[in-house]
């Protein structure tokens, strides 16, 4: 089963690649500024919420991880989406390995001058790293400031309108940095437990040490947790050793069911996390009711 997928993805990505070529050699179809607004693609929807917030009416942004129930790792991409990237000027990715597929389709269309912003690099980390950048409470408003310069140097006319939206935008995030630091200082250096290590960025800003890094890396790449990895969480959660379990809602197992049941026979808080933006929320409104369940679990403790 593993050679078929193998072959039926290698031949998706030769189509994909031979639509982007015709394209590039499509002159009209290939110049930026045709509608006279920039034409951008993020791979994730909060990302594409940053473009849109910024570019305002001088822009068209095309997200391709538009619904959660489209794993962005796992992703392969139709003939739309190649289309899109042909004619974009800028393409944003989160990097690190985590939307590979997009590197493909900008790599084969080299000669369209489309610019790509890694999110990866804006923020300093490299492969291996933990991808899901989404969650440190810095990195929206970084990437606020990367796109503003990079949407200004392209279209100049405009750059002062750009600041002003991104300046804007970004007092709506000065909330996550805030909050992190508040959180931080309730924490203590307590240890939390966690599904996957999808909400660790966020965790480590707030103060808080991850006490199941084998258990949480097991899961995220659908393979089984050891013995001795299930054993220790086990013992942690009847013993009160962490303060709460997080656990990502978009990724069930036996496994993680099973601790999710047992926190909860114990007393222990378990935060509910989401990997992907839910399509009718903003990033601030997603990701600020995942902190402050957070937040709930400190002031209880305190009363």
Known sequence: MGKRIQWRTLTLIMSLLAVVLILTGCQQQTQPHQSGKLQVVATLGFYGEAAKAILGDQGQVTTVINSPSIDAESYEPDIQTAKKVAKANVVIENGLGYDSWMDKLVAANTDSGTKTVSIGKVMG????????????????????????????????THASQYKRRGTAYER?????????????????????AVSEPVFDLALTAMGYRVSDSHFAQAIEEDSDPTPADITQLQHQIRHHQITFFVENTQNSSKNVTAMVKLAKQSGIPVVTVTETMPTQESYRTWMLKQYRQVQRIQEGNQS
Do not use: E
């Open 125 to 156: 980390k490299s492969t291996g790293d933990n991808p899901h950048l989404w969650t440190d409470p810095t990195v929206m408003t970084k990437v606020t400031r990367q796109l503003v310069k990079k949407f200004s140097r392209i279209d100049p």
């Open 172 to 192: 709506q995030l000065a909330v996550f940095p805030k909050l992190a630091r508040q959180l931080a200082k309730g924490a203590h250096g307590q240890r939390v």
